[in-house]
């Protein structure tokens, strides 16, 4: 199903609910359209889908974590793992030494 062509005045929300689609392909920015747009809405899901697959670019890490904790059923299951998502270090905030480079002679 192509997300980014419904017909003239139907959003890409509405797309994907009215055609029933079950497995949804799309670049991260067609994903937080959608989100946004459900949001806005006040939608519990997005029509029948079971997989929205992101692919294309870097996904943001606050449109992966809304993802994950939306797919958690238990609330007690919701609001734990929204809080260890939220415990964990940006992985831009984490500092990886890079070892030198050249021969081993060199470096002395």
Known sequence: MVTDD???????????????????????????????EQKRRGTARIGVVKTFYMAGSPIPREVANQE???????????YMEYLRIMSKPAVSDIVIPIPPRGPAWKRR
């Open 6 to 36: 419904p017909p003239t005045g139907v959003s890409r929300l509405d797309w994907i609910m009215e055609t029933r689609a079950t497995y949804v392909l799309g670049v991260p920015t067609h994903a937080m359209d959608v989100l946004s």
């Open 68 to 78: 994950r904790i939306k797919s958690i059923k238990d609330p007690t299951a919701k």
